[in-house]
């Protein structure tokens, strides 16, 4: 039985402790050899179970990789990845995607795009059913990424440093990761989440002021920008914001 929140007055300090939750998930890409207890495996995957998603159709399934040769197979794929990326001079700045091999924790989230049925789609056809279809893929993403962020959550709430990886999504990926994991062919890997103690201690990137990402009522166009000031962010910033400690950025 869930109990219900007892008052409506706020607790601040429940918020003060999702807070400090939300404000210390980080991203780490190197973790310690410590097996990851299964109870914190559960619990992580309890928090993902309550989230919500479109049409309540939990789209989702998740897949604990627990076997090592399953984690180098793993990382073998992205590494491989990385270079043929390198060579199509993509120009991505790239992480080592070797830590995925000694992530403790490491869970490949799976997304039964099947469900877009579940949203409202004609099913004829027509140029207006593409567009419902495309909204219905977006609801799917978001119903998913939901579910992702709970687990993200709740293994910051226990103390991991969380790898949100999403380098899976083209069909050469999918055909490499499904066989290992024997995920059905009409199921697609949609991400995948490593967690463990940090190797190294973990550092809070650039994150945007609340005043650059938040209107009252009508977009405030001093926080639009245009598709060449977009390109400049790519070119010149990016870089800095994925791998720099906030503190650090000039
Ligand atoms: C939807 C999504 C996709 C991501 N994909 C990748 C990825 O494929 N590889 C990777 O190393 N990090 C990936 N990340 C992690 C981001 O690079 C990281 O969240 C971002 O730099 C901000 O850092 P923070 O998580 O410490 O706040 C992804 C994060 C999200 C939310």
Not at 54 to 69: C, D, L, M, R, S
Not at 125 to 142: K, P, T
């Amino acid at each position: 039985m869930i109990e219900p929140i007892k008052t409506l007055t706020p607790d601040i300090s429940r918020f003060d402790t999702f807070l400090d939750i939300a404000r210390n998930r980080m991203t780490s890409r190197e973790f310690r050899d410590e097996p990851i207890p299964d109870e914190h495996v559960e619990m992580i995957l309890e928090a993902a179970r309550h989230a919500p998603s479109g049409a309540n159709a939990q789209p989702w399934h998740f897949i604990v990789v627990t076997k090592p040769e399953l984690k180098k197979a793993i990382a073998d794929y992205f590494v491989g990845e990385q270079r043929r990326r390198a060579k199509m001079k993509m120009k991505f700045p790239t992480p080592n995607y070797r830590g995925l091999e000694t992530a403790p924790g490491l869970i490949v989230v799976v997304a039964d795009f099947r469900f877009t049925r579940a949203f409202p789609v004609l099913n004829d056809g027509s140029d207006l059913d593409r567009q419902y279809q495309e909204n219905a893929e977006r609801i799917l993403l978001q119903s998913v990424a939901a579910a992702t962020m709970s687990a993200h959550l709740a293994a910051a709430s226990l103390g991991y440093g969380v790898w949100w990886v999403t380098a899976v999504g083209q069909e050469d990926a999918q055909k490499a990761l499904k066989p290992l994991l024997g995920i059905p062919d009409d199921l697609s890997v949609i991400d995948i989440m490593a967690f463990g103690k940090p190797s190294k201690a973990p550092y809070k990137r650039w994150k945007k002021a609340l005043a650059d990402i938040v209107s009252r009522d009508r977009f405030d166009m001093r926080n639009y920008m245009t598709p060449e000031q977009v390109e400049a962010w790519v070119r010149e910033h990016r870089h800095k914001v994925m791998y720099r400690d906030e503190s650090k950025i000039d």
